[in-house]
């Protein structure tokens, strides 16, 4: 099937809007019941671990007597349909927790027996149990009237996954399935996960010879002449973007001694996730973050309240010690480098900051033709500072948002434990959507380095730090971006931008001299000079997804002129050089969406 994208992007910005996520993730929690109901059926013996709602669709995993095969999918799906067609009631009972323990003891369900018994006491002293048909499964609720309620669904997947992700606990199987309110909503699903298949940026990585993955150095790219010259062509643009809004860049050591980690509260709260290293007789931690070490070129000085804001980029490399096993190509990497921002402001200055973090947003995505959405993550149950702090901070937070008109939800409960924070969104061209930038104003950092400037009245007061980055890693966004574009880039972003094709031997000498005026242009250009046929050249230069082919032959050399073709299909002849190497540059300098990829699905 065919899909249009903007449909895609319609729909998806229409669920969310309407609120109906709750309903469908009731429906898809209860199709994970259903399956338990099934998979039991076929398995008397199966222990049942948990099964809650996900993104698009629902799990559930189960310590089974053999490992489950493609078949026993489709006879697990088919057991689900006759529980739909039979209309059964979800009904809820209720139980102590001793007698809860005990019936899931009897019935052998010992994963079912922690769950009751590391229940918090602020739960209650009664646990609530749903039965539909004859199948009963220990729950907190939120489920549909009855199976009939079951929409659209398919069972995707099963993986291995540790009970409580814990590797010294039982391995069980996961069952992935996914559900949709209707038949076509579940097919454009469907043609989004083949499509994102093809598109898988680790694929396309290596066909494009722009980065590849080796076990040498797990979950770290490594970055090919192409995969560079994009990396390149997004830093330049991040850093025209902040230089614009008057940020200085710093660079800031990897190797870190404790000290400082103990000071920034990483080496209490977020040690598990550096990697720590022997220094002789000092103990120090590959940075996972920037902020500390800027934190220390801010107190190198006394500082004035006319020397605010100051704006920091970084662009250095940082490490987390991501679990190597994990293996998702760009999108969860060891050592990865953020277009980082840090902004030491005075309390008066907060508001303006978030403004320009905003707008800034907005700035750097637009070329991408991302929408950015926000979400503004409110007090966490524990927290730090009194109601009125946290009060002002959301409201501050709320009225940038409302001010800028980007459109945003509430993630209650979300934000870290010391300030509220605004998550930053888009979503691609397969409707997919990506968490990008955090924004947040940190009041916590601060305090603990005794940061202080002079204020006007002679006395002292404290800064605050914002911080955050737009792109995230870069790793990260170019395996997004590789995904939306299917690696049809735009010409700013396309690692060839030019591919010059002499027809014969004797038109090489012009070819160069067209390459060199497109170099000196500031293009990337590249000649192919192998002596293979053009139509293969021009096939291969298409299937690289480079945005303009140049053939010239006798009478381009003579007439000092080119013979364009765009990898959309039009192509002009004998268009004059100087002219020619004018519109590519201007396009290429206004960061234009062009030319539009040949792929139907893809938004550039
Ligand atoms: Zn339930
Ligand atoms: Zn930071």
């Not at 079912?112 to 018994?117: D, G, L, M, P």
């Not at 992935?176 to 598109?199: F, I, M, P, Q, V």
């Not at 870290?416 to 990506?434: N, S, T």
Request: hydrophobic fraction near 40%.
């Amino acid at each position: 099937m065919t899909m249009d994208d903007d449909e895609i992007a319609r729909d998806a910005a229409a669920a969310l809007a309407s609120g109906t996520e709750d309903d469908l993730a009731a429906m898809r929690h209860s199709a994970a019941h259903i399956m338990a109901a099934a998979v039991v059926e076929i398995f008397p013996d199966a222990k049942l671990g948990i099964g809650p709602a996900i993104k698009d669709g629902f799990y559930y995993d189960f310590d089974l007597p053999r490992p489950l095969t493609p078949a026993d999918l489709e006879q697990i799906e088919a057991k689900m349909r006759e529980q739909q067609a039979a209309d059964l009631r979800f009904e809820r009972s209720e139980a102590s927790r001793a007698d809860a323990v005990a019936r899931l003891e009897r019935e052998g369900q010992p994963f079912k027996v922690e769950i009751v018994n590391d229940l918090p006491a602020s739960e209650g002293e009664t646990v609530s149990f749903y039965r539909h048909g004859s199948f009963t499964d220990l729950c907190r609720g939120g489920h549909v009237t009855s199976t009939a309620d079951l929409g659209a669904f398919k069972l995707l997947s099963t993986a291995g996954a540790y009970w409580r992700g814990d590797e010294t606990r039982p391995m069980l199987q996961r069952i992935y399935g996914t559900a949709w309110n209707s038949d076509d909503e579940l097919d454009r699903h469907l043609w989004r996960l083949e499509e994102a298949k093809k598109r898988d940026h680790r694929k396309l990585g290596r066909e494009l010879d722009l980065f590849t993955f080796h076990p040498e150095s797990p979950a770290a790219p490594f970055l090919h002449p192409r995969g560079m010259a994009l990396w390149r062509a997004l830093e330049e643009w991040s850093r025209q973007v902040r230089r614009e809004a008057g940020f200085h860049e710093v660079r800031t050591p990897s190797l870190v001694r404790r000290e400082l980690w103990e000071t920034s509260g990483h080496w209490a709260n977020y040690q598990d996730n550096m990697f720590v290293l022997d220094d002789y007789d000092h103990v120090s931690g590959l940075k996972p973050m920037n902020c500390p070490q800027e934190i220390l070129i801010y107190r190198t000085r006394a500082r004035s309240y006319r020397d605010l804001p100051m704006r920091f980029a970084d662009y250095s490399t940082l490490f987390r010690k991501e679990r190597s096993g994990v293996l998702a190509g760009m999108f969860r990497v060891r050592q990865l480098t953020q277009d980082d921002s840090h902004v030491f402001c005075r309390d008066d200055q907060v508001d303006d900051e978030i403004r320009l973090a905003l707008s800034l947003v907005r700035t750097q995505y637009a070329p991408f033709g991302f929408e950015p959405r926000a979400k503004l993550a409110t007090r966490p149950e524990t927290r730090l500072g009194s109601d009125e702090f946290w009060e002002r901070a959301e409201a501050r937070l709320r009225e940038r948002l409302e001010e800028d008109g980007m459109s945003y939800t509430l993630d209650p409960g979300g934000g870290a434990f010391y300030a509220p924070k605004v998550d930053i969104f888009i979503e691609d061209a397969l409707g997919r959507e990506w968490q990008m930038a955090t924004i947040q104003a940190d009041y916590q950092l601060p305090q603990r380095f005794d940061l202080e400037y002079r204020a006007a009245d002679g006395g002292f007061e404290r800064p605050v730090v914002i911080h955050y980055a737009i792109y995230g890693s870069f790793e990260r966004f170019i395996g997004i971006i590789t995904e939306h574009y299917t690696g049809a880039f735009p010409l700013w972003l396309a690692p060839v931008q030019v591919m010059v094709v002499p027809i014969a031997d004797r038109h090489l000498e012009y070819a160069e001299s067209v390459r060199g005026a497109l170099a000196g242009a500031g293009l990337r250009a590249e000649v192919d000079g192998r002596s293979e046929r053009m139509q293969a050249k021009l096939r291969e230069a298409q299937e690289q997804k480079v945005p303009v082919m140049v053939v010239v032959g006798d009478r381009d050399a003579e007439a000092g002129a080119v013979s364009p073709r765009l990898r959309t299909g039009e192509s002009s002849q004998g268009v004059p050089l100087d002219e020619f190497v004018a519109d590519i540059r201007g396009r290429n300098a206004s960061r234009e969406l062009w030319p539009v990829a040949p792929e139907g699905g893809s938004a550039a």
